[in-house]
């Protein structure tokens, strides 16, 4: 089955909004420690913009979680 570009996005937004609330983290911490802008952690979970693969491995690591979690499931 192929996916769109915006439903690869959103899909990725919500496991990344997923495992932030499951580690009972704010997006103001996670863009901390990402280095990042908490408006960039806003757009990247609902789905408006297209990360970078180092960005999604700068989420993981701050996540505690395998990159892989945030793309299972495409």
């Given at each position: 089955m192929q996916v769109t570009k915006k439903?690869?996005?959103l899909f990725?937004?919500?496991n990344i909004r997923?495992?932030?609330t499951r580690k009972h983290m704010?997006?103001?911490?996670?863009a901390g420690?990402?280095?990042f802008e908490k408006?960039?952690?806003a757009r990247l979970?609902?789905?408006n913009t297209n990360p970078t693969v180092f960005t999604l491995y700068k989420i993981s690591q701050?996540?505690?979680v395998n990159l892989e979690e945030i793309v299972q499931g495409v």
């Open positions: 439903e690869l996005q990725i937004g919500k997923e495992a932030r704010s997006a103001q911490e996670l420690r990402c280095d408006s960039t952690i979970e609902a789905g701050a996540l505690g």
